[in-house]
C-alpha cells in the first residue's frame, strides 16, 4: 500500500462525513487554502462546484514556523512566501510525508525580484519556508486536494497572509 491509499483508509470515512454534514458533494468539491503566519494556521476552505462562498472545512496549526512575518524576498531566508499562490504539483513521495507544491515566485514576485523555490504545504515538523502542518494533517489536505483536482478544479487558491 502506498502513502496516499494508507491515507485513504485512515480519512476518507470521515472526510466524506464532514463533507456532507457541510452540504458538499464529494464530486462537486471545490477548495482553497488560507495561511495565517501570525497565528500558525492553515485554513482549509470548501465549496460546491458553481457556489459563490467557501466555507469553513478545518484549521490546521503548524507543526514548524521559519522567518518572520513578511514576504519571501531570496531564496534562503526561511521566509514563508506571503501572497496569492497555486497548487502546481502533487507530491505523494516527499521526504515530508506527502506535500502539495505552491507556485512560488508567481508573477508579482518576479516583478518584484523575489527568489527561491520548492515551497510546500507538507508533513513533518521541520520548515525552511514552508507551511509545515504534521503528517495527519497533510493526509487530509492531500486528499481534499486530490479530490478537488480529480473533480475537475484546475487551480487550487493558497493565499498567504501575514
Known sequence: MDRIDIAK????PRILATLQQLGI???????????????????LWVRNTGDTS????QQFPLTAFSGT?????????????EGNYY????????????SLGINYPNEEDLFLG???SDIFI????????????????????YLLALMAKDNGQKEIPVQIVP
Open 25 to 43: 458533494y464529494n464530486d462537486q468539491l471545490e477548495i482553497q487554502f488560507l495561511g495565517i503566519k501570525s497565528q500558525q494556521l492553515l485554513q
Open 122 to 141: 507538507h508533513g513533518g515538523s521541520t520548515s525552511k519556508g514552508c507551511l509545515a502542518m504534521g503528517d495527519e494533517a497533510i493526509e487530509i489536505v
Open 9 to 12: 483508509k485512515k480519512h476518507l
Open 87 to 98: 497548487i502546481n504539483r502533487f507530491n505523494p513521495k516527499s521526504k515530508y510525508h506527502l
Open 114 to 116: 523575489r527568489t527561491g
Open 69 to 81: 512575518l513578511g514576504p519571501k524576498e531570496k531564496e534562503g531566508d526561511l521566509q514563508i512566501p
Open 54 to 57: 467557501f466555507q469553513l472545512y
